[in-house]
């Protein structure tokens, strides 16, 4: 299958800095990934929906100011936790559906981030 | 909207033994239905999908699944686990019209035990 890649694995970031998220279609054109968010023991919950090119559609909650979304090619799209605080400390994952085509989304192997 | 229900969060089962796991889904449209599984720290893996036809989808790592509309069920199930199986299992949805959206329960912790 699609492989869809995810850096860093780990970060640990002081509170009040910003640390980016970086997710890249390796073998396949994504016009479309998304951002979940993961607490401990909880489920995934979709952040925000990705289009190359186009600017991100936020889930209701989330703040777009805080989670900046850059989708600049087809094969990276990249999430910014600006001012980190300790309550942002979480699983972030990353998918990517290949193309335009109704396909499954392929995930990433996400980013534990721990804010201190 | 959609939304999925997996009842049990935490499911102990002996070595070789059967397992099913539950999952119930409530859409207003047509849905596609997925089952993922999570190993600690990493990414999701899809395990199975039901898009259309057969009811019975068979997927990796010897599971298969039952698409039961009238009860609005996918229920997961493997007649033999192995210890590599302890993991969590998410139930997820999608509507068959855009296949953008993906829709997650809470999940199920599959607790082998030798």
């Known amino acids: 299958g699609a492989v869809v890649s995810q850096h860093p694995s780990w970060v640990i970031c002081k509170s009040g800095t910003s640390v980016k998220i970086e997710c890249r279609s390796l073998?396949?054109?994504?016009?479309?990934m998304f951002w979940y968010r993961q607490f401990p023991k909880q489920s995934l919950m979709l952040m925000a929906t990705?289009?190359?090119?186009?600017?991100?559609?936020?889930e209701q909650g989330v703040e777009k100011d805080k989670f900046l979304i850059n989708h600049a090619s087809l094969t990276l799209s990249t999430l910014t936790v600006t001012s980190a605080h300790p309550e942002d400390s979480s699983f972030y994952i990353c998918s990517a559906r290949v193309g335009n085509m109704n396909t499954e989304a392929f995930f990433g192997q996400g980013t534990r981030l721990t804010v201190v | 909207a959609q939304s999925v229900t997996q009842l049990d969060s935490q499911v102990p089962v002996f070595e070789e033994a059967p397992v099913e796991l539950r999952c119930n889904y409530s859409?207003?449209?047509?849905?596609?239905l997925f089952w993922y599984v999570q190993y600690p720290n990493q990414g999701l893996q899809l395990l199975l999908k039901y898009l259309s036809g057969s009811t019975l989808v068979k997927g990796i790592n010897g599971f298969e699944a039952e698409f039961n509309k009238s009860q609005t069920s996918f229920h997961l199930r493997k007649p033999s686990v192995h210890i590599s199986d302890t993991a969590e299992y998410f139930c997820a949805v999608s509507d068959s019209g855009g296949y953008q959206k993906v829709t997650f329960g809470t999940g199920t912790k599959l607790q082998v035990i030798p």
């Open positions: 073998d396949f054109q994504a016009t479309t």
């Open positions: 859409s207003s449209v047509s849905v596609y």
């Open positions: 990705s289009n190359e090119g186009s600017k991100a559609t936020y």
